[in-house]
């Protein structure tokens, strides 16, 4: 079974600029988290999906980031304009369903803002 | 809001002996407790949790507690080995949707 895949694994920007991260979750997953991560700290929630839908967005700063899951697969994170404090990993992860169960995570992708 | 500490933030074990790690969480309504291990530049994977009905989990060497009460569950590993070495995150869940509010983690060291 392939797991939780997420592109770019690296991403270096200057603050202002934007960034894209995408995420391919496990086949028949049907929610879909992104988390962010900083350095020594545990994973802490963005959004989450259900479908196409989303879940919850409350800790998203939305001013500058947005994030889609269009026909309930795919979804991407986006950055605009980053700043300093952005430097993170932001990790995918997914599940069969909101129930108790286990998060697959992918790799992360990790931003540094300069 | 909700919160979820974690304790120690670093444990360095001789290898062979046992490691225990803490964590208290603040919502009473939480069900549900994964931990999760997530080993330098990889991703986090669960390694065992427990639901709220029950009091205690073993699988293997790995053991998980709850004290509903005093809303706290602990972490046990015994016999470590040096494949152990990674961070540790205790996680729990808040919400309908079960969504995770997760500790700070704890790097675990074990010496040769």
């Known amino acids: 079974e392939a797991g939780v895949a997420q592109s770019p694994r690296y991403k270096i920007i200057e603050k202002r600029q934007s960034v894209a991260f995408w995420c391919n979750p496990i086949s028949g997953h049907a929610t879909l988290y992104w988390y962010q991560q900083i350095l020594g700290q545990g994973p802490k929630l963005l959004i989450q999906f259900q479908n196409n839908g989303v879940v919850d967005d409350s800790q998203l700063p939305k001013d500058r980031f947005s994030a889609e899951r269009l026909k309930g697969v795919d979804s991407t994170l986006k950055i605009q304009p980053a700043k300093l404090e952005d430097s993170a990993v932001y990790l995918c992860a997914s599940s069969l369903s909101p129930t108790p169960g286990e998060l697959f995570f992918g790799e992360g992708s990790r931003l540094t803002v300069l | 809001g909700e919160n979820v500490e974690q304790h120690p933030s670093t444990l360095s074990v001789q290898e062979g002996d046992s490691a225990v790690i803490k964590c208290t969480y603040s919502d009473s309504a939480s069900n549900y407790f994964p931990w999760y291990k997530q080993e330098l530049g990889k991703r986090p994977q669960l390694i065992i949790d427990i639901r709220s009905n029950v009091g205690e989990k073993k699988d293997q060497r790995i053991a998980v507690t709850l004290n509903k009460t005093a809303k706290h569950f602990s972490l046990h590993i015994t016999e470590t080995q040096p494949e152990d070495s990674a961070v540790y995150f205790c996680?729990?869940?808040?919400?309908?949707?079960?969504?995770?509010?997760w500790g700070a983690g704890t790097k675990l060291i074990i010496k040769p």
């Open positions: 996680a729990a869940s808040i919400n309908s949707n079960y969504q995770l509010i």
